[in-house]
């Protein structure tokens, strides 16, 4: 499922389900459905209770580099907010990548839940003039889907 905006007009919240992309005038950012996760005995975080991992992609329709450290990304469950996941050996955590002009990244991202948790909302921001785009659904089992994954480079 692909959502557009056809202006990057003031700030504001975008909701969507998990598994979609959100296309804006400058910028695509999707989220794949959560996939259970061990992190690694390095790993920092999630290494009690239960973790989930997520591709998250974005693009960049701009003619300037974008950089995704900018990036504020925050998961919650339920009522709590839930710890971030650094497992570098494993490449999973925050990118300090930048996305060149009409290209795309995808990574992993991964966040420590509770045990009794049943559905997460992971937040994105700022995207494409400053909106949050706002990612919700239910935590379940499953291999990383495709809207994270494909090609944004092309605007839909």
């Not at 975080?45 to 974008?66: K, Q, W």
């Not at 710890?83 to 009409?102: E, I, N, Q």
Request: charged share 15%; net charge positive; hydrophobic share 40%.
């Amino acid at each position: 499922v692909t959502h557009r905006s056809a202006v990057d007009g003031p700030a504001m919240v975008v909701t969507l389900p998990l598994d979609t992309t959100y296309n804006a005038t400058t910028t695509s950012v999707g989220l794949s459905r959560p996939v259970a996760y061990r992190p690694s005995a390095t790993a920092v975080g999630g290494r009690t209770g239960r973790a989930v991992t997520f591709n998250i992609a974005v693009a960049n329709h701009t003619r300037t580099p974008l950089s995704v450290a900018a990036l504020d990304i925050q998961a919650t469950s339920g009522t709590t907010r839930d710890d971030p996941v650094f497992d570098t050996s494993r490449d999973v955590g925050p990118s300090t990548a930048t996305v060149l002009p009409g290209r795309s990244l995808v990574w992993q991202i991964a966040f420590a839940v509770p045990a009794p948790a049943t559905d997460i909302t992971v937040a994105v921001a700022p995207v494409a003039g400053g909106r949050t785009v706002v990612f919700s659904g239910p935590l379940t089992a499953g291999a990383p889907s495709a809207p994270a994954t494909r090609d944004l480079t092309a605007r839909r």
